[in-house]
């Protein structure tokens, strides 16, 4: 069986060297591409299959901006994070918490990684995973000295040069077998040992071998403001804010637009219809080409709207056989495609469904849950509303369901406007 594999990421350090009179905040905080810099690395770390739980390390100080920086992360990545735990005054200190804070997870293998990195990348994971599964004690991300490298005994004294054959510079992460670097860590702490800077320089103290894995010159540490420019052009060349990897936040988006919808299904021979994708149990169906859900193709219309994108009719048309008992969350991913396609996101949707019957009250949080999983936003950012038509015209005469939805979507504000 595959061994699993968890990370660790160091993220409580103060970034003292990055500070700015006018902006103290640690550098892990800083805004890369629109989201804080810990929110690229969770989410390069949380996106690998094979990594299944992320504890993060964090100053006390910070809790507020943690856990800011983790509500900008998709759901399915989000899901691996432990509770964070706070660290110590050093990188090794703040190592040791976290791997405390692992060991009761029964994970095979740890990768410590700094915050300060968010370009770290599946293959460098892949890399180390498989150093470790062909026996190593350690693996390292490390990529080869290029420059030549000169020392320097001080003003006025000759330079001289050092040979920079077999010379890497280690980067993270550093993979290990997780109860052979906690008992590392352990023996380092109740021997005082508190001054490794990494942990592979703490492994070889404790007489593990260690094998190198090309890293990427990409995966460069943030240290300086130098650093945070260079991570700004690197972010913009990748297209690292790009929706299908992190949400934008909200904040970020400020071309608010709406857009509504409306659709009507009559009913049928059966015994349940579909609204907002949950099944609500009734004496009649929804007649349709699809599974004529009209709460979804009101919202899916809406969405649409906001973003000035034609209707659903126009994308799936009725006439096309694929789209026969089509379950019509598919149309609304595709709308949500569009709004990600321009850079934006779905803030909130407000719906309203029209019918003598069934109640919906009853059922009212089972449709707002389910639109908000379809829709991948929080329930609270979704409202479901119901009302008849006093037996008035098709609805009253319960001929069928009628629904009117409303959609927020934000986008960002081109330049120019
Ligand atoms: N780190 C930590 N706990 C500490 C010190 C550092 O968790 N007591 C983390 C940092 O948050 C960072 C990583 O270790 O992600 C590498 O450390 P470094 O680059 O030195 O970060 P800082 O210590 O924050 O920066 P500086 O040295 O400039 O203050
Ligand atoms: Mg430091």
């Given at each position: 069986?595959?061994?699993?594999?968890?990370?660790?990421?160091?993220?409580?350090?103060?970034?003292?060297?990055?500070?700015?009179?006018?902006?103290?905040?640690?550098?892990?905080?800083?805004?890369?591409?629109?989201?804080?810099?810990?929110?690229?690395?969770?989410?390069?770390?949380?996106?690998?299959?094979?990594?299944?739980?992320?504890?993060?390390?964090?100053?006390?100080?910070?809790?507020?901006?943690?856990?800011?920086?983790?509500?900008?992360?998709?759901?399915?990545?989000?899901?691996?994070?432990?509770?964070?735990?706070?660290?110590?005054?050093?990188?090794?200190?703040?190592?040791?918490?976290?791997?405390?804070?692992?060991?009761?997870?029964?994970?095979?293998?740890?990768?410590?990684?700094?915050?300060?990195?968010?370009?770290?990348?599946?293959?460098?994971?892949?890399?180390?995973?498989?150093?470790?599964?062909?026996?190593?004690?350690?693996?390292?991300?490390?990529?080869?000295?290029?420059?030549?490298?000169?020392?320097?005994?001080?003003?006025?004294?000759?330079?001289?040069?050092?040979?920079?054959?077999?010379?890497?510079?280690?980067?993270?992460?550093?993979?290990?077998?997780?109860?052979?670097?906690?008992?590392?860590?352990?023996?380092?702490?109740?021997?005082?040992?508190?001054?490794?800077?990494?942990?592979?320089?703490?492994?070889?103290?404790?007489?593990?071998?260690?094998?190198?894995?090309?890293?990427?010159?990409?995966?460069?540490?943030?240290?300086?403001?130098?650093?945070?420019?260079?991570?700004?052009?690197?972010?913009?060349?990748?297209?690292?804010?790009?929706?299908?990897?992190?949400?934008?936040?909200?904040?970020?988006?400020?071309?608010?637009?709406?857009?509504?919808?409306?659709?009507?299904?009559?009913?049928?021979?059966?015994?349940?219809?579909?609204?907002?994708?949950?099944?609500?149990?009734?004496?009649?169906?929804?007649?349709?080409?699809?599974?004529?859900?009209?709460?979804?193709?009101?919202i899916?219309?809406?969405?649409?709207?906001?973003?000035?994108?034609?209707?659903?009719?126009?994308?799936?048309?009725?006439?096309?056989?694929?789209?026969?008992?089509?379950?019509?969350?598919?149309?609304?991913?595709?709308?949500?495609?569009?709004?990600?396609?321009?850079?934006?996101?779905?803030?909130h949707i407000d719906v309203?469904?029209?019918?003598?019957?069934?109640?919906?009250?009853?059922?009212?949080?089972?449709?707002?849950?389910?639109i908000?999983?379809?829709?991948?936003?929080?329930?609270?950012?979704v409202?479901?509303?119901?009302?008849?038509?006093?037996?008035?015209?098709?609805?009253?005469?319960?001929?069928?369901?009628?629904?009117?939805?409303?959609v927020?979507?934000?986008?960002?504000?081109?330049?120019?406007?």
């Amino acid at each position: 069986m595959a061994k699993t594999a968890a990370a660790l990421v160091v993220a409580a350090g103060r970034g003292t060297r990055l500070a700015a009179p006018d902006n103290n905040q640690p550098k892990q905080y800083r805004l890369l591409a629109g989201l804080p810099v810990l929110t690229h690395t969770l989410n390069a770390l949380a996106k690998h299959p094979r990594i299944s739980r992320i504890v993060t390390v964090i100053h006390p100080d910070d809790e507020g901006l943690y856990h800011e920086a983790v509500a900008g992360l998709p759901r399915d990545r989000s899901k691996k994070l432990l509770t964070e735990v706070f660290g110590g005054d050093t990188r090794q200190k703040s190592v040791v918490e976290g791997l405390r804070a692992l060991s009761g997870e029964n994970c095979d293998y740890v990768l410590i990684h700094d915050a300060a990195r968010p370009f770290v990348t599946t293959d460098i994971v892949d890399r180390l995973l498989s150093s470790l599964e062909s026996g190593a004690d350690g693996a390292l991300a490390a990529s080869q000295v290029a420059d030549t490298l000169k020392k320097s005994l001080g003003d006025g004294k000759p330079l001289t040069t050092i040979d920079r054959t077999g010379l890497w510079a280690a980067q993270t992460p550093q993979a290990f077998p997780f109860d052979r670097i906690l008992d590392a860590h352990e023996r380092a702490a109740s021997q005082q040992r508190h001054d490794f800077t990494d942990d592979t320089s703490l492994a070889e103290w404790d007489n593990m071998t260690i094998r190198l894995c090309e890293g990427d010159p990409g995966n460069f540490k943030i240290t300086t403001m130098a650093d945070l420019k260079r991570a700004e052009q690197q972010a913009k060349i990748q297209g690292m804010s790009d929706h299908t990897s992190v949400k934008t936040r909200l904040s970020e988006l400020q071309d608010i637009r709406n857009g509504i919808g409306y659709d009507v299904h009559a009913f049928d021979e059966g015994e349940a219809v579909i609204l907002g994708g949950a099944e609500i149990p009734h004496t009649r169906k929804l007649k349709g080409h699809s599974d004529a859900d009209v709460v979804l193709h009101a919202i899916t219309d809406a969405t649409l709207g906001a973003i000035g994108d034609g209707d659903i009719g126009q994308h799936f048309p009725p006439s096309d056989q694929q789209w026969k008992g089509a379950s019509s969350d598919r149309f609304q991913h595709d709308a949500i495609r569009r709004v990600s396609d321009l850079g934006g996101r779905i803030a909130h949707i407000d719906v309203t469904i029209v019918c003598e019957e069934p109640k919906i009250g009853p059922h009212r949080d089972r449709i707002r849950k389910s639109i908000s999983r379809i829709c991948d936003i929080p329930a609270s950012r979704v409202s479901v509303k119901a009302t008849t038509s006093e037996k008035l015209g098709f609805t009253g005469r319960k001929e069928g369901i009628a629904t009117l939805a409303s959609v927020t979507v934000r986008l960002p504000l081109p330049e120019d406007e």
